[in-house]
């Protein structure tokens, strides 16, 4: 099938690459004249693991294709995804410029019926925008459906390849068969393509993110709970995850939630209730929660060493929001290595992936870098780990209490041992242990 797909972006760039490694014959647009040049290239703009190995393979095998000019792949496509962001506005709401903007540069380039598809996170009624958009700019017919993304940073690939489900959200049945037609190789173990209406469609993507954040904002909730009552978090996790009717995952205590889909996502179904006269009580405690666990880190560090940090030093284990990915989006480690700085102490941080995203948009110079983790311990007066990245869970300890000028470790992942570190001579705070 020959597709085209507006925005290369992390979903657009994932989902062109999937669909060119199934076969189809895939035009990727952009306006970003610089970012195109880099993707003919090979080169990727995001990490994700496996997807510049599938980008390059496909673009050598001339599947794939990037351009700047919508006349060079929207006239010959049989479906166009629109995969361009979708900010939030100062009010939470999702910004729909880019995605009208991108609705009628498609109008102005049909050439015969085309599927458009809106592949972007956006707020219920945004379908009727997007074909009004394209109205405007053309005589061609055409259709509309949703088709959220349902894409875990870190483990994209293998979501698009092998999805749990496929949301269609449709009003015509030839646009419905195009959809299937092109995700049949994806769901060939029997997982299912589900038909709905496009509202349903669109809203499903908000309440399945709004689910899951309400999930870790309870557990970090209950994790409070547990430090003021001496009963631990894990043991909590694992005897309520046993219950099959709440099942284990999504139930990891932690410092909070970010990354680019949960915050805004969250925000955007909060507004779009308000906006039909529903307050959403419980999202705006998920918030609430979220951004108040975000600064618990700091707060049992200055418990620890006192308010004024002045002279201290603190080595930081992970910047991005989740390991897998360099996206630093909403990421805990920006509150709390900005609490630290405000407090007046030194940071030294190590991250695999996430430290040029660091230093370019968010702490600069103003805090150390080091490429190797075990330098950030030299004369630290504790160890900080907030990202869980797989290479931080079985460190030398006897290296890394040599190395620091007192043995603290502060987890905000909850990955190590309290008792194995006590005995180790640690002292250690987790997130309610």
């Not at 969250?266 to 705006?284: M, N, P, S």
Request: hydrophobic share 40%; aromatic share 8%.
């Amino acid at each position: 099938m020959r597709i085209a797909v507006v925005g290369t972006g992390y979903v657009g760039l994932v989902a062109g690459t999937c669909f060119a490694e199934s076969g189809n014959d895939v035009v990727c647009i952009d306006i970003d004249a610089e970012k195109v040049g880099k993707l003919k290239a090979g080169i990727v703009p995001i990490y994700e693991p496996g997807l510049e190995e599938l980008l390059r393979r496909n673009v050598h095998d001339g599947r794939l294709t990037f351009t700047t000019d919508y006349a060079a792949g929207v006239p010959r496509a049989q479906v166009v995804f629109i995969a361009v962001g979708t900010p939030p506005g100062e009010d939470g709401s999702a910004d729909l410029k880019h995605v009208l903007a991108a609705a009628r540069s498609i109008g102005r380039n049909l050439a015969s019926y085309t599927v458009v598809v809106d592949k972007s996170t956006v707020p219920v009624g945004t379908a009727e925008r997007v074909r009004a958009a394209i109205a405007e700019t053309t005589a061609c017919e055409f259709d509309v459906v949703s088709n959220p993304e349902f894409l875990k940073e870190g483990a994209a690939i293998d979501d698009f390849l092998k999805p749990d489900r496929v949301v269609i959200g449709s009003e015509s049945q030839r646009a419905a068969e195009v959809m299937d037609e092109l995700y049949a190789p994806f769901v060939r173990t029997g997982n299912p393509i589900l038909h709905m209406d496009i509202p349903s469609a669109e809203l499903t993507k908000y309440a399945a993110n709004a689910m899951l954040a309400t999930r870790i904002s309870f557990m970090n909730e209950i994790a409070n709970i547990c430090t003021a009552v001496g009963a631990k978090i894990d043991s909590v996790r694992r005897g309520i995850g046993s219950d099959a009717r709440i099942g284990s995952r999504f139930l990891f205590a932690g410092i909070g939630y970010g990354g680019s889909c949960f915050p805004k996502d969250v925000q955007a179904i909060v507004r779009t209730a308000e906006e039909r006269g529903y307050d959403f009580r419980i999202l705006k405690a998920v918030e609430e929660v979220n951004r108040t666990q975000k600064r618990l880190m700091v707060d049992r560090i200055q418990g620890r060493f006192g308010q004024d940090l002045r002279g201290r030093r603190f080595a930081v284990w992970g910047l991005s929001f989740k390991p897998n990915t360099d996206d630093m989006r909403e990421a805990p480690a920006i509150d709390v290595i900005g609490g630290l700085l405000d407090a007046g102490a030194r940071v030294v941080a190590y991250d695999p992936e996430a430290i040029a995203e660091c230093r370019r948009h968010h702490f600069g110079d103003r805090i150390e870098y080091t490429d190797v983790p075990m330098a950030a311990l030299k004369q630290a007066d504790a160890l900080v780990l907030l990202t869980e990245w797989n290479e931080f869970r079985r460190p030398d300890f006897d290296a890394v209490k040599a190395a620091l000028k007192t043995p603290v470790v502060f987890d905000g992942r909850n990955i190590y041992s309290r008792g194995t570190l006590e005995k180790l001579g640690f002292e250690y705070f987790g997130v309610g242990s």
